[in-house]
């Protein structure tokens, strides 16, 4: 439950928020970093441009980020669940310990994103830009990446159990030590990526590309 200082801290945010709309300014030129506890649960920030911004800590569970623009904003240890980031560019942002189950990341950029240890659980990915991006550790038990592009990305030691992985580029990916249970990898294409130490029991791998993969 917020305090009356962390509700006032909110509204004047959120002020500030529909400000810049209003101006077609950059939020952050208004008002710069978000104050620390800044509890904004189901906030409207379609469009606007966080773009190198410390959103960090922040509670922006049910946030509709739709079409916003986040490139290299860090947002490490946010509390993200259920909220929207479909067609948001992501490149180069940091969720590293963010919590976003059920999030959705559709269409999304997010290029050399730092995911690392974040709660990915049942999020959605599908038809996201996903190069390179860092998945080290990550829970995306359950998530939907089907059609994204993960060319390079590195999933390592990530939990993918059940996840849809199919119709996915995972050229040259890093999956050692994945746990890929009952994964499912149709048509997918795992060439040269590597799978060493990945647990693929019950995984799905029809039509699965896997030349030069490391098994």
Do not use: H, W
Request: aromatic share 8%; net charge negative; hydrophobic share 45%.
């Amino acid at each position: 439950m917020q305090t009356l200082e962390e509700m006032e801290k909110a509204e004047a945010v959120l002020k500030k928020i529909k400000e810049a709309r209003e101006a077609d300014e950059k939020a952050a030129e208004l008002f710069g970093t978000f104050p620390e506890g800044a509890d904004l649960r189901g906030a409207d920030l379609r469009g606007l441009d966080f773009d190198g911004d410390d959103l960090s800590g922040v509670n922006f569970d049910g946030a509709d980020f739709t079409g916003t623009s986040l490139k290299g904003t860090n947002l490490a240890g946010a509390s993200l669940e259920g909220a929207d980031f479909t067609r948001a560019d992501l490149t180069g942002a940091d969720f590293f310990k963010a919590y976003a189950p059920g999030a959705d990341f559709a269409d999304a950029v997010a290029d050399s994103v730092v995911f690392i240890e974040c709660n990915l659980d049942g999020a959605n990915l599908s038809g996201a830009y996903l190069v390179c991006a860092n998945f080290t550790g990550a829970d995306l038990s359950r998530a939907n990446l089907r059609l994204s592009n993960a060319v390079g990305a590195d999933f390592s030691r990530a939990d993918l159990y059940r996840a849809n992985l199919s119709e996915v580029d995972l050229e040259d990916a890093d999956l050692g030590g994945a746990c890929l249970i009952r994964a499912d990898l149709r048509f997918s294409r795992l060439v040269s990526a590597n799978l060493s130490g990945a647990d693929l029991t019950g995984a799905e791998l029809e039509e699965t590309n896997l030349s030069g993969a490391a098994l």
